[in-house]
């Protein structure tokens, strides 16, 4: 018995100011490319490199939208939903490989900084401020509707710190002189982007290995199932997520009293897994017996139900 669910896109998530977002993130991104090559900056272009991170997210968060609209089919029952979490684990692969090249190359030069020319370091990263905050404003109005927009909301305001720390650089550099702070605001970007990476990848692998959603305690699910009125003990039980903010559950759950009124108790335990754990596909066959699923490892009986029989009996 499965639980009534929507496999639709989110109202929430336009496409527009996306699209606007992202034209917008990709033209300076090739400009601010073409300015850390001809001024000298790592900073800039550590900056760039940060800066795809932002034109990936708006990407992924577009195709997802895009080939999310596709229906189910005999191959592919569940949808294309797992293209947003294939892209993403794609691109922190390659995001680690930039922040490593761009960590490298800041040692090579902190051993012979190159001359600056921080004036236009400064105007290229003026301009990347700009094009982040009218991103960010562009954004805002559906970030929380929607998880895939709210993700590349982040993405562009944590690249528009990094366009902060080279704006500070620049200034730096035209007052002191000292061309290695260059390299350094390199090495900071470059630290700061490594850490999201890596939660990407992780978040990207535990879905594709079809982990337990992050914010969902499965022990939790499990105390609160057999907390339900009637239920002596659950077997089988999974949860995982198909893409980012589509938990299922599937479970086989034994009610002793055959008699009770198991679809009243059914769509009790369905309501309660969706307001206390936002999980709207369920999968709950109730059972008056365990069936051959059971077994020592995934079957769970009530704590208290568990100590009486354990406990020794007085006669």
């Known amino acids: 018995m499965g639980a009534g669910h929507s496999h639709g896109i989110s109202a929430g998530q336009n496409e527009k100011p996306l699209w606007i977002a992202l034209s917008l993130t990709t033209a300076f991104l090739i400009a601010e490319v073409v300015g850390g090559i001809l001024t000298n900056s790592l900073a800039l272009i550590s900056d760039a490199a940060h800066m795809f991170t932002d034109a990936a997210a708006l990407a992924i968060s577009l195709a997802a939208i895009r080939i999310g609209k596709r229906p189910a089919d005999h191959l592919r029952t569940f949808g294309y939903y797992r293209f947003e979490i294939l892209a993403a684990a794609f691109n922190a692969i390659l995001l680690f490989l930039v922040a490593l090249y761009i960590l490298y190359e800041a040692y090579q030069r902190l051993q012979n900084p190159p001359e600056i020319q921080s004036r236009a370091m400064l105007i290229i990263a003026c301009l990347g401020l700009v094009i982040n905050l009218i991103s960010m404003r562009l954004l805002s109005a559906g970030k929380d509707k929607s998880l895939n927009v709210k993700g590349a909301y982040l993405e562009v305001w944590s690249d528009m ?18 061309t290695w702070i260059d390299s350094v605001i390199a090495v900071g970007i470059g630290l700061w982007v490594l850490p999201r990476t890596w939660t990407l990848l992780k978040e990207s692998m535990n879905v594709l290995l079809e982990g337990v959603p992050e914010g969902i305690g499965l022990a939790e699910v499990q ?3 057999l907390a339900q009125p009637g239920v002596t003990s659950l077997h089988d039980l999974h949860v995982w997520s198909i893409s980012s903010g589509k938990a299922s559950l599937t479970v086989h759950v034994v009610c002793a009293d055959a008699n009770a009124d198991w679809p009243s108790q059914l769509e009790a335990i369905r309501s309660m897994l969706a307001e206390r754990f936002d999980i709207h596909h369920s999968t709950i066959q109730l059972e008056s017996t365990p069936c051959e699923q059971d077994s020592d490892v995934h079957a769970f009986a009530p704590a208290a139900q568990e100590h009486d029989e354990k406990a020794p009996h007085s006669h």
């Open 161 to 178: 710190l990094g366009s902060v720390g080279v704006i500070a650089g620049a200034l730096l550099i035209q007052g002191t002189g000292w």
């Open 223 to 225: 105390e609160a199932i």
